[in-house]
């Protein structure tokens, strides 16, 4: 099956620093990545959606300042939380979506990264 | 009202039992049925994929879509202690738009 490579796994910061999370479509090319976060015992929440080559479509309530998100390659798109406070600290999946009318809207996860701001 | 009900349990059952999970939706446009895994602090990992309505088999899993009830549901047979996680569905409208997601149900698997 497909595989998405987050990174880090876990991160722990400084309040006011900046965080870059990594996320790699390793054996396909995806025009499209998500990016989600997800409270403890809730279900993902949609943050944002990066198509390659363009801007972010953010979600409503979704600082766009906050949540930087690049999606330079077909193969890679970046999450930075800028400035980071401790009301950010929680669990950011990105998903990539394989392309095609035939492949249907099938997302493929990466593992998640635990951010923890202090 | 909620697009897509699912009940967040925690459903308990013996090992070797068949563990039944459900979703209900609202919108009849949904042609695209997911069911994700997710283990604890990990990703949500894809188990079943069905387009428009009907039976889908995969081993230990089964998925049936029933469009005219807006009714969708997985039963894992022979279950094992392994299979305890949350168990998300995922719908969508088409092949680009996003998926909506189920609260989640989380399965526990006795030995």
């Known amino acids: 099956g497909a595989v998405v490579s987050q990174h880090p796994s876990w991160v722990i910061c400084k309040s006011g620093t900046s965080v870059k999370i990594e996320c790699r479509s390793l054996?396909?090319?995806?025009?499209?990545m998500f990016w989600y976060r997800q409270f403890p015992k809730q279900s993902l929440m949609l943050m944002a959606t990066?198509?390659?080559?363009?801007?972010?479509?953010?979600e409503q309530g979704v600082e766009k300042d906050k949540f930087l998100i690049n999606h330079a390659s077909l193969t890679l798109s970046t999450l930075t939380v800028t400035s980071a406070h401790p009301e950010d600290s929680s669990f950011y999946i990105c998903?990539?979506?394989?392309?095609?009318?035939?492949?249907?809207?099938?997302?493929?996860f990466g593992a998640g990264t635990r951010l923890s701001v202090l | 009202q909620k697009e897509v009900e699912q009940d967040p349990g925690p459903l308990s059952v013996p090992e070797g039992a068949i563990v039944s999970l459900n979703c209900t939706y609202s919108?009849?446009?949904?042609?695209?049925f997911m069911w994700y895994r997710q283990y604890s602090r990990k990703g949500p990992e894809l188990l079943m994929y069905t387009y428009s309505s009907g039976n889908k088999e995969d081993g230990r899993f089964t998925a049936q879509v029933d469009k005219s009830s807006k009714y969708i549901s997985l039963f894992i047979r022979d279950s094992q202690p392994s299979d305890s996680a949350t168990y998300l569905c995922?719908?969508?409208?088409?092949?680009?738009?996003?998926?909506?997601f189920g609260a989640g149900t989380q399965v526990v698997v006795t030995p």
């Open positions: 995922a719908l969508t409208t088409d092949s680009w738009g996003k998926l909506q």
């Open positions: 054996d396909f090319q995806a025009t499209t």
């Open positions: 990066s198509n390659e080559g363009s801007k972010a479509t953010y």
């Open positions: 998903s990539a979506r394989v392309g095609g009318v035939k492949a249907g809207n099938i997302q493929y």
């Open positions: 919108n009849s446009a949904f042609q695209y």
